[in-house]
């Protein structure tokens, strides 16, 4: 028997707050596939719709679904059919769902489709039980028909990360590719990540393993040193070279 979609409770997020928008260069750009204002304009959306699902380190050549690129071209299917198709891919399934938990897997795909991030543990434990008992497609059809999808976004907008920068704070949320990146934690570890942090607060001295002096040592040199630089030159070696004829005992081809 398959479980119902847990309840859990919404926690107030900027998306969640009602506010007069102002427009400028802070706000993002809304990709509507109803509105094309020039001749590429569907290039624009494709684009957006890309870099929204895959994410900035995944805009590779070999993810493009041509298939789809062309039935949204045509106008038999919707921008919320080719993020759904794209949110399905192998590609994206490759990248996405077989390298991470259910529940980072859950986190990256409410980023992505509806814009926010999720509200708690509980809501990722929620949909991480969608995944199990209806699959990876039964849990992004989930996503994209819900109501929040559907009011803010509708069948023609790109989805985009919403209200990201607001007017009365001086730096605006962190964008979700640097909330989320391409490798979690037990990754990062198995790749030997974090690396080494200095500890700067304390200064440390290298004490030598013996109390002798390894071979190639400089201290080893330094009595050599210290008499080398006490030798006063004589004045004799100056003396035998000055009668020279340089001219006549260089060699040359009679």
């Known amino acids: ?20 928008e102002v427009g400028g260069d802070d706000q993002p750009v809304i990709f509507d596939a109803e509105n094309l204002l020039s001749g590429t304009g569907m290039d624009e959306v494709i684009w957006a719709a890309y870099r929204q699902v895959f994410s900035e380190h995944q805009m590779l050549k070999c993810n493009r679904q041509t298939v789809l690129e062309s039935q949204l071209r045509d106008g038999r299917i919707t921008v919320r059919e080719f993020i759904r198709g794209l949110a399905v891919s192998d590609p994206f399934l490759r990248r996405n769902f077989a390298t991470n938990s ?7 795909c409410v980023q992505r489709i509806l814009g926010r991030d999720t509200y708690s543990q509980q809501e990722s434990i929620a949909w991480s039980i969608v995944i199990v008992n209806e699959g990876v497609a039964g849990f992004i059809d989930k996503l994209l028909d819900s109501d929040e999808y559907l009011e803010n976004f ?9 209200r990201r920068n607001l007017a009365q704070r001086e730096l605006g949320e962190t964008p979700f590719n640097l909330k989320t990146p391409r490798y979690d934690g037990y990754h990062r570890a198995q790749l030997g990540f974090p690396q080494i942090i200095w500890d700067t607060t304390r ?3 290298i004490k030598p393993q013996t109390g002798t002096a390894m071979k190639g040592c400089p201290e080893s040199f330094l009595d050599m040193a ?8 004589s004045g004799s070696g100056s003396s035998a070279v000055a009668g020279l004829d340089y001219l006549n005992l260089v060699p040359y081809r009679k």
Do not use: C, E, H, W
Request: glycine share 4%; proline share 9%.
């Open 154 to 162: 509708g069948d023609n907008i790109v989805p985009f990360q919403r």
């Open 226 to 233: 210290r008499s080398l630089s006490s030798a006063k030159p």
């Open 102 to 108: 259910n529940y980072r897997f859950v986190d990256m």
């Open 1 to 20: 028997m398959a479980l119902p979609l847990l309840n859990y409770t919404p926690v107030t997020q900027n998306v969640r707050v009602a506010g007069f």
């Open 203 to 205: 200064m440390r001295r």
